[in-house]
């Protein structure tokens, strides 16, 4: 096996090289590199680690034929084109709590900055002056803090808020009462939390759904007065509406640590605006959280190149390496069902249902899933695997779906791949013998054992005297030579199921001829 490749293309923690050499991969530290430069060198390079320099975009991705993996050193992937990295087959992964408590903490820092105004009554001071009547600041207790998403670093700021004796209120569409209750915080909606909250701190990722959520409505609708903290995402804020708010005495304060346009124009609007603070983006900027992600990130593309765990992944199931080797030999089993259904049904694919049960149940079905819809989705692509096979499914309108069965079978563990055709519903379903190999046991009703393994041919036939001895003149004539025999029938003389190993595959005027036999139905040569 050769061994895997990374480059570490933005200034990290040597730590991250250390641990890729510790494992047994190659790790080349080249950072500062141009768009272009980066095109270049990428396709030598199994993965990818990176902070928030590198741009991972489609023309990058385009150029990284070997590339499985990108992993950030960090929460943010705004620089990486995830529908195209999808699309590739990259794994994309972030690192989502090292910096958790690090950005936490700079959010209460800049809450405090902004109570008792301490930048400017800094600068006043170190100037000569003694501004002590200038400046009337607030307290933090019994005020009622806002959080817009509490999520992991919102709940971290949820538990300080309420130790320094404030009132937590928190709007999050994904937040559950019962998690509220245990955080001890109040679940609200965006209007109910605009108008209590006397401090605001954003802690929720950038998309449609929340770009500009602080738009210049929702600052009308806030409590006159407010305070606004954001260090989360730049973007959350509708700037040119808080710098109105700013001067209109509607939001009292405002502290951002992140920009929609980074750097901001040394004429932002914001500069001039009163009572505004900001830092230059340092919500991760500890030596603690530096180390953190970047061993995090490290261990996360190692264990993907190594074991085929996924941790923290944005765009495929996460499969921990513990659970890898447990749930591998369900997943080479899911791929070859997927597989055998994708070689057969020749009809437009509606919708495809997987089923577990017995000890496939008790298992994680996505990556299960996922491997079915990767031996699937070869009927379109043969660069297909578990990342893309799931997008290229949307792609086509694919409805997936996932069914655990608790119930006991005549396996002691069992999956089944039904899809729907025009012309009906197809199932094919396979166990695991105790040494963890696949095994085929039903197909299309008829129950039948074969391994799926290299070229195979499949027949359906009526089940008559002579038939066998027919299908073996007529291989061995053409000097194909047969490696497994797996028949299976609905009932005696009625249709029968023949699966057939072969040294090499198929060819076409074989086929045709095997077609002819009497009592053919169905050929297919397969592959696996």
């Not at 928030?52 to 023309?59: G, I, R, Y």
């Not at 992993?71 to 910096?99: H, L, Q, Y």
């Not at 559950?176 to 401090?199: C, M, N, S, W, Y």
């Amino acid at each position: 096996m050769t061994q895997p490749k990374v480059l570490i293309s933005d200034k990290m923690d040597p730590k991250a090289a250390a641990i890729f050499k510790e494992r047994g991969i190659d790790v080349d530290v080249v950072t500062g590199k141009t768009m272009n430069e980066l095109i270049a060198m990428i396709g030598e390079y199994d993965g990818l680690a990176i902070r928030s320099a590198t741009k991972v975009t489609a023309d990058v991705l385009a150029a990284a034929t070997n590339l499985k993996v990108v992993g950030r050193a960090g929460i943010g992937v705004d620089n990486v084109d995830i529908p195209a990295a999808s699309a590739k087959g990259v794994v994309v992964m972030n690192t989502p709590f090292g910096n958790s408590i690090t950005t936490a903490e700079h959010a209460i820092a800049m809450m405090f900055a902004l109570a008792r105004q301490i930048p400017e009554a800094n600068a006043g001071t170190q100037a000569g002056k003694w501004p002590k009547n200038d400046f009337m600041g607030v307290e933090l207790t019994s005020k009622t803090l806002g959080l817009i998403g509490c999520g992991n670093i919102g709940s971290i700021v949820a538990e300080r808020a309420l130790g320094l004796k404030m009132k937590v209120v928190a709007f999050d569409p994904f937040l559950t009462p019962e998690r509220a209750i245990e955080l001890g915080v109040e679940k609200a909606d965006l209007d109910t939390l605009l108008a209590k909250a006397d401090f605001i701190t954003l802690h929720t990722p950038l998309t449609d759904q929340t770009r500009n959520i602080l738009s210049a409505e929702n600052i009308a609708k806030a409590k006159k007065g407010v305070r606004i903290i954001n260090c989360a995402r730049g973007g959350l804020i509708d700037e040119a509406a808080l710098k109105d708010a700013l001067e209109s005495g509607q939001v009292a304060g405002a502290a951002l640590d992140v920009f929609a346009q980074e750097p901001p124009a040394a004429d932002h609007p914001l500069f001039s605006a009163p009572n505004f603070i900001c830092t230059p983006h340092l919500g991760a900027s500890t030596d603690e959280a530096q180390v953190n992600v970047a061993i995090q990130v490290a261990e996360q593309i190692s264990d993907y190149l190594l074991t085929g765990g996924i941790t923290n992944a944005l765009n495929v199931p996460s499969l921990s390496a513990e659970e890898a080797p447990k749930l591998r030999p369900y997943m080479s089993l899911a791929e070859k069902l997927g597989s055998l259904v994708g070689q057969l049904a020749h009809d437009n694919l509606t919708t495809i249902s997987v089923e577990v049960e017995g000890a496939a149940a008790e298992l994680n079905l996505k990556p299960i899933t996922a491997a079915v819809l990767t031996g699937l989705m070869r009927r379109y692509s043969d660069s297909v695997n578990m990342v893309n096979a799931p997008h290229l499914a949307r792609e086509r309108g694919l409805d997936v779906r996932e069914v655990r069965h608790d119930r006991d079978g005549d396996y002691h563990t069992l999956v089944r791949v039904t899809v729907a055709t025009e012309q009906g519903d197809r199932s094919v379903a396979g166990t695991l013998f105790s040494n963890g190999d696949p095994r085929l046991v039903e197909m299309f009703g008829i129950k039948v054992e074969a391994d799926l393994d290299g070229h195979m041919l499949y027949i359906v036939n009526e089940d008559a005297p002579g038939f066998i001895g027919r299908i073996g003149t007529a291989l061995g004539e053409a000097g194909l030579n047969i490696g497994t025999f797996h028949l299976g029938r609905r009932a005696a003389g009625g249709e029968a199921v023949l699966l057939l190993s072969l040294d090499s595959p198929m060819p076409e005027p074989l086929l045709w001829q095997v077609c002819q036999l009497p009592g053919v139905k169905t050929v297919k040569g397969l592959k696996f």
